[in-house]
């Protein structure tokens, strides 16, 4: 009897020896793969943390790309208004932005009026007129504006004050006026606003730039800017001057602004981009005109 109650016990003993082995070895599994997961994740939560670092998540991608631009044109509707003419849109990356590009302007008024467009401070303005240019856009149009403010108004097809393309820009260089107050004059010896020379972007209303521009045939002076600045006359100033004498009519808006005689562009064309410093045109302000699309 005892012989067989001490197999019982050694076999019982045996058992729970392979009971307890078990046991340990399931726990030790359990622990590796805890430990395996925990290192995993680890590693997750490190690689994702350098991919957010890099951006990998940013939730707008057109964000990046449109750092790139140099340009934005915004779509206009030529249905709603059909003065618009449709001749595509300009490049809105990789353009000149340091230098000038000349701009010719032929008329039937004269020698041909040239100006230097600043590339620096205006490089879409340049790059819209280059554009315009290169389709023709200006050829055989008419300046159908002499403003009180002392410019030509040039750049609408359809001779109205609401033509341009089928897209705008934002405004790039309006002149700053330094006085103590937006209603007062500007201090006395202040450099007008829009000297004469002057070239700058015109339009209705203010910042949905087109293809209209100003060349002042005299100083202007204004503690109201909102014509942005894109360049200067280099030459032919005296036809600006002789077509700026020229007496004016009603423009069919009550205004007294068109001249008598038809001012032509018989042609307008710009060149490549000079490297160099672009020269700053010494303007603090802006002019005020008839309203109009740009």
């Known amino acids: 009897m005892a012989s067989s109650r ?20 399931s726990t030790r599994r359990r622990r590796q793969i805890q430990a395996g997961v925990g290192a995993a994740l680890i590693l997750v939560l490190v690689v994702a943390g350098s991919a957010w670092g890099l951006g990998a998540f940013d939730s707008d991608p ?24 449709d001749v595509g849109t300009p490049a809105t990356k990789d353009l000149p932005t340091d230098g000038t590009r000349a701009m010719t302007v032929t008329t039937n008024q004269g020698a041909p009026i040239t100006a230097e467009l600043n590339l620096t401070n205006s490089p879409c303005a340049a790059a819209s007129i ?15 504006e002499i403003t009180a403010e002392g410019a030509l108004r040039c750049g609408d097809p359809s001779g109205t004050g609401l ?41 209705n209303p203010p910042g949905s730039n087109g293809s209209q521009f100003l060349m002042f045939f005299k100083d202007f002076t204004t503690a109201d800017p909102k014509y942005p600045v894109i360049g200067r006359v280099t030459g032919g100033l005296d036809v600006v001057e002789k077509i700026g004498a020229l007496p ?3 423009n069919g808006t ?6 008598n005689t038809d001012v032509t562009i018989q042609s307008l064309t710009v060149g490549e981009p000079a490297t160099g410093a672009a020269p ?12 109009s699309a740009g």
């Open 130 to 144: 280059a554009h315009l240019a290169s389709r023709s856009f200006y050829d055989n149009t008419k300046c159908h």
């Open 62 to 85: 057109k964000q990046n790309t449109a750092a790139a631009d140099t340009c934005l044109w915004t779509p206009q509707d030529a249905t709603a208004n059909t003065n618009l003419k």
């Open 280 to 291: 700053a045109p010494s303007a603090s302000g802006t002019p005020a005109s008839s309203p």
């Open 248 to 250: 004016t009519v009603d």
């Open 6 to 25: 001490d197999r019982q016990r050694k076999l019982a003993r045996a058992k729970l020896d392979r009971q307890l082995a078990r046991r340990a070895a």
């Open 254 to 259: 009550g205004a007294k602004v068109k001249p």
């Open 163 to 203: 033509g341009g393309p089928t897209y705008s820009f934002y405004d790039e260089e309006v002149p700053t006026v330094p006085s103590a107050s937006p209603s007062a004059s500007p201090a006395p010896g202040q450099p007008p606003t829009y000297p004469k020379g002057t070239v700058a972007m015109i339009s």
